[in-house]
């Protein structure tokens, strides 16, 4: 591949891994998984992709000395290991089985998070439940927050993701 290629590739790749992983997160907080597997992943691919195209990186653009390896290994993370970790988790995600279970949860924590911009005030409850001995946050809607005290538990739908991580639907506050 040429070196004009490489400078409209390489960008383009790194774009759209943070696009990805931006997207990964609304698919994150509705599926059961540990960060370490995603960390993992993404460090795996990263190093791996370092080391196949690191002498191509270096011929691309003019870095040197630790800039060159920063700047690399900063493309290759968020680049191809966000693209990676977003093909595992949207596969999990939309490959996964078709028929849920309900299920109820007892909320453990209650929190919020701040709204949007220029909704700052319109703050989103955030409950914890203990889902097969590991703690989920759930984000709900500003609607839910002037009431979050009353609720005692969530009932959820559980599908099984294609990788065996289950996917969360429907979740309706009791």
């Keep these: 591949m040429k070196k004009k290629h490489r400078k409209i590739l390489y960008?383009?790749?790194?774009?759209?891994?943070?696009?990805?992983?931006?997207w990964q997160v609304?698919?994150?907080?509705?599926?059961?998984?540990?960060?370490?597997?995603?960390?993992g992943i993404i460090l795996i691919v990263g190093v791996l992709t370092f080391l196949l195209d690191f002498k191509n990186y270096g011929k691309t653009y003019n870095y040197s000395g630790i800039g060159l390896y920063f700047y690399s290994l900063m493309h290759y993370f968020f680049g191809y290991g966000f693209i990676v970790c977003s093909i595992f988790m949207l596969t999990n995600?939309?490959?996964a089985d078709k028929n849920p279970i309900k299920k109820t949860f007892e909320i453990v924590e209650r929190s919020s998070l701040p709204g949007s911009k220029h909704h700052r005030d319109e703050r989103k409850p955030t409950f914890r439940i203990n889902y097969k001995g590991k703690e989920k946050e759930l984000v709900f809607q500003?609607?839910?927050?002037?009431?979050m005290e009353s609720y005692k538990s969530v009932e959820l739908a559980v599908r099984k993701g294609y990788f065996g991580f289950d996917i969360l639907e429907n979740k309706k506050l009791n």
């Excluded at 960008?11 to 931006?22: H, K, Q, V």
């Excluded at 609304?26 to 540990?34: A, E, K, S, W």
């Excluded at 500003?142 to 009431?147: I, M, Q, R």
Aim: proline content about 3%.
């Design 142 to 147: 500003h609607k839910y927050f002037g009431k």
């Design 26 to 39: 609304v698919i994150f907080r509705n599926t059961i998984i540990d960060y370490s597997i995603l960390i």
């Design 11 to 22: 960008p383009t790749i790194f774009i759209s891994g943070l696009l990805l992983m931006a």
């Design 93 to 95: 995600f939309y490959l």
